[in-house]
């Protein structure tokens, strides 16, 4: 059975998982990339180093967000939104973020995996200070959920 998720399931979708997949497209070049993240008040919170995605994002900062949880053919749940990429300057908002971005991605690496080599500092308080990161926000100004269950 094929249907649509309601906008409870989608927030729920959105807020669950950890990491998704962010669309992007400048000078004639479509560019789509996962990315570890923590969705919280209608946004996308995520993190990058400078590199293709930073640099087409703040050419074009109108970006597409896609999630799901696939556990098999026939029984999926995927959502698709849409939103504009803004970068995060202010100190507070910055620390609050990258707090918020540990908290919902370490709880999901075993102890033997170790520290994530893709620029998650130790500490929240690195921000601006040993690590070159950059954080941003995606405000969703549109959300469209689908799924399929046997």
């Known amino acids: 059975m094929l249907g649509e998720l309601n906008e409870n399931q989608i927030e729920d979708l959105l807020k669950q998982q950890a990491t998704g997949r962010l669309g992007c ?7 789509v990339v996962p990315i570890n993240y923590v969705y919280r008040d209608g946004c996308i ?7 293709k ?33 803004q970068e995060i300057t202010n100190r507070k908002e910055l620390q609050k973020a990258m707090h918020e971005i540990i908290s919902h991605i370490m709880p999901l690496m075993s102890d033997t995996e170790g520290h994530p080599s ?11 200070g040993s690590v070159d990161l950059i954080l941003y926000k995606i405000p969703l100004n549109k959300k469209t959920g689908r799924f399929e269950h046997p």
């Open 45 to 51: 919170y995520g993190h990058s180093a400078i590199g």
């Open 25 to 31: 497209h400048a000078h004639g070049i479509t560019y």
């Open 53 to 85: 995605k930073i640099q087409m994002l703040r050419n074009n900062p109108e970006v597409c967000f896609q999630v799901d949880i696939i556990e098999s053919l026939v029984k999926w749940q995927s959502v698709i939104a849409w939103g504009t990429y």
């Open 118 to 128: 893709h620029g998650i500092t130790e500490s929240e308080s690195d921000v601006g």
